[in-house]
């Protein structure tokens, strides 16, 4: 079998960049291409908005922190690849992508939390492996001893 996508999921936290990190450097490996999909929510936008509320600004600020910010694993690997900015929950935003991009391999990561935080954070990793169309990975926050 051989790996022609990646999908890789990115939320700009610290398990999101190590596995945009680790997609990247499969693909600059493999010749795949990385796609990076964020799940956008407007709402989440709120916080860093000044009035008036644009929310195509906003969007266009989100997209471009992706693919400026977030994408920055994949240019430094070399690696081929887009991003995508996808408004939707995170599981649904992935497991679209990677039906629409005929994914081989959908990548995320582990946000290492325990308790309410896992709760909350760890649906990604608990809920997408069941719905995606392809293999799933998941890359650890920090390596296990």
Known sequence: MSIERIIVGADGSEGSGLAVAWAAALGAQTGAEVVVVRAYNPLDELQRAQPPIDFGQLEQD????????????????????????????????LVVAAREEH???????????????????????????????????????????
């Open 62 to 93: 989100a997209a471009r922190r992706l693919a400026e910010e977030w994408c920055a694993p994949c240019t430094a690997a070399g690696a081929r690849f887009r991003s995508r900015l996808i408004e939707d929950e995170p599981v649904n935003a």
């Open 103 to 145: 994914a081989d391999l959908v990548v995320i990561g582990s946000h290492g939390q325990t308790g309410w935080r896992e709760r909350v954070f760890g649906r990604v990793a608990r809920g997408l492996p069941e719905r995606a169309p392809c293999p799933v990975t998941i890359v650890p926050l920090r390596p296990a001893d």
